[in-house]
């Protein structure tokens, strides 16, 4: 599978007015054309690492008017009761049906839209982006309209999406492992998921327009500021068959590396601490009958590895698409059977030209993102997508990343290899010389993948508890820092609403001499939540911004439904923002400044 060679297609969009979205602080000079800024020379004095002060409620809401501020106190309280968020759905449609349309709308825009959402089109969020980054805050635009088809209609269109023609011949038979064959019962993926968008296959011209609503992101967020991003969801692009039958291929393949390394008795360690022994790897592939020994011997030559002896995982994920020769050979034991299993299943003319399509697609995106001076982040989706959208992302960060990193990939800290895919990817970017860039997440998808593992019948993919996800967020974010501190090109993202993250994040900046200046450490919040973390960093000159959703109000109430149920979550266990949200009305009221002015 030719997954390194990502077609180059051009395609041309009229020109938006140009909506400046980083921090009002972070503007350079332009450093030209087709080049992503933010990577100018660091002075060699500067200043400590500024202090945040978290807990100073004036300070975090300075920006804000009162009225705004009684508004997020009145949504956070309305998320923490269960009974209203039991029935919601109900109330939003029977509240519609007394009001009308018209006052519907104008009462969501006074309450949850008005939150979560900052408008309905790009002209109308422009005020509120301008004010944010008054306030060094700047924005990452988020289209936020989905489609709202029925459980039955997702399921159905899910289904036909990830299986293959063959599979339909066959009557669903399948090479796949099971985690990677389509399942009716978890065919709604938005079930059990509240933080993410969901986007379902139809046909071609539907992922055409979900690139040119990216297209249209990814402009407006250009322009002459400095740092702009945008976001892209690859399931948004293609048929999602690729993305199963790929991740299948990779996780098989990986596998088989492991299961080389536990007949070399080196079983359990970490990722990249496994070498094989080359000679004892060329001589149990000869025994299998994958090939001959002498074609064995042709893959691993000093010349693909050096003269160590050994091989490491990153050497042998390359010989899965570097390598013409090797492409035949493409097989690995079934441990059950004991039978060799290719590991590709064949495409039919139309499977491979939907294939096509969709690396056509992901590159019109990194192409647009390199000419206007944007930084795409890449979502991460559900485990059984993950590993085939990962590696497209490698390719794009191969071939993008060259001067400065342009493409983020994300990385989910609640799964339990989270730490070996951080390591090897940055240990991948120091071998072959292009720039590392990330965005950690703690993850969205957590209940929908441990049930569908216990449903389904394979290894739970989840750390086992919120505090091992914890330990395994700063572990994976404490060894990007490290990194950051020896590659001034490398950058990170800390999307985290979490501030003992945030605290975790400053404490090591500071330990480490990373400055906000060099612009390697950003972080990312969502608007309408989390502000007394939000602000304090940008104002104390930290690159911050917030994702910000826009969009019609009836077309992204499904946006809305996740975000009142995921501030359920966040209510259940912390106070600190309605505490501080009722200390600054009160000062307010107190001191006569109820009618506070933002500037």
């Not at 969801?233 to 080389?260: C, E, I, N, Y």
Request: proline share 4%; with cysteine; aromatic share 8%.
């Amino acid at each position: 599978m030719a997954v390194r060679r990502i077609l180059s297609v051009c395609c041309g969009t009229p020109r938006l007015a140009s909506l400046s979205t980083a921090p009002a602080t972070r503007e350079q000079p332009s450093t030209g054309s087709g080049a992503v800024p933010g990577g100018e020379a660091v002075e060699a004095v500067r200043s400590p690492v500024p202090s945040v002060d978290f807990g100073n409620a004036q300070e975090a809401y300075r920006s804000r008017h009162s009225w705004e501020l009684a508004r997020n106190l009145l949504v956070l309280r309305l998320c923490a009761w269960p009974l209203l968020l039991e029935h919601h759905q109900q109330l939003l449609h029977l509240t519609r049906r007394l009001l009308g349309q018209r006052l519907f709308d104008k009462l969501m825009k006074m309450t949850f839209y008005g939150q979560f959402v900052a408008g309905e089109d790009q002209e109308s969020i422009r005020p509120l982006i301008q004010h944010n980054r008054a306030f060094g805050v700047g924005s990452i635009l988020d289209y936020g309209v989905e489609e709202d088809v029925s459980t039955e209609e997702a399921e159905r269109q899910e289904m036909e999406a990830c299986t293959s023609a063959a599979e339909r011949k066959d009557r669903g038979t399948s090479n796949r492992e099971k985690q990677y064959q389509a399942h009716r019962a978890f065919g709604d993926r938005r079930d059990g998921v509240i933080s993410a968008r969901t986007y379902f296959y139809a046909n071609e011209s539907k992922c055409d327009s979900h690139m040119e609503t990216f297209l249209r992101c990814i402009e407006a967020s250009g322009g002459t500021c400095e740092d702009g991003f945008s976001a892209i969801k690859l399931t948004a692009l293609g048929r999602p068959q690729f993305l199963l039958q790929f991740s299948d291929v990779l996780t098989k393949w990986r596998r088989f590396f492991h299961q080389m390394a536990a007949e070399q008795g080196k079983a359990g360690l970490a990722a990249m601490d496994t070498k094989l022994e080359v000679v004892a790897l060329q001589e149990s592939v000869a025994k299998m009958g994958i090939a001959s020994k002498k074609e064995v011997e042709d893959w691993f030559t000093a010349e693909n590895l050096g003269v160590s002896g050994t091989l490491d995982l990153l050497d042998w994920s390359s010989l899965i698409d570097g390598r013409t020769e090797l492409s035949k050979h493409l097989v690995v034991p079934n441990m059950q059977t004991g039978q060799l299993e290719p590991l590709l299943s064949g495409f039919t003319e139309e499977e491979q030209q939907q294939m096509t399509r969709m690396l056509q697609r992901i590159d019109v995106l990194a192409k647009k993102a390199s000419k206007v001076g944007v930084r795409l982040m890449v979502d991460a989706e559900q485990t059984y997508f993950q590993p085939a959208i990962s590696r497209l992302t490698l390719e794009m960060q191969r071939k993008f990343n060259v001067e400065q990193p342009l493409i983020f990939n994300t990385y989910q800290c609640y799964l339990r290899d989270a730490y070996d895919n951080v390591t090897l990817d940055v240990e991948l970017a120091r071998r072959e010389g292009w720039c590392f860039g990330a965005k950690l997440v703690r993850g969205a998808y957590m209940d929908q993948e441990r049930a569908r593992a216990v449903e389904i019948g394979y290894e739970d993919p989840i750390n086992p508890t919120y505090e091992a996800t914890n330990v395994m967020y700063h572990r994976c974010l404490n060894y990007v820092l490290e990194e950051l501190k020896h590659n001034a090109k490398a950058k990170v993202m800390v999307a985290s609403h979490n501030e003992d993250t945030v605290r975790f994040t400053l404490s090591r900046m500071k330990e480490l001499g990373l400055h906000p200046a060099s612009r390697q450490v950003y972080f990312g919040q969502l608007l309408g939540m989390c502000d007394q973390i939000s602000f304090p960093l940008g104002q104390a000159g930290f690159p911050v911004y917030k994702y910000v959703p826009y969009g019609p109000v009836m077309e992204v109430l499904p946006y809305l439904s996740r975000r009142a149920l995921e501030n359920s979550g966040i209510m259940k266990g912390a106070q600190q923002e309605r505490q501080l949200l009722w200390r600054e009305l009160k000062r307010r009221l107190r001191s006569g400044s109820l009618f506070h002015r933002p500037g």
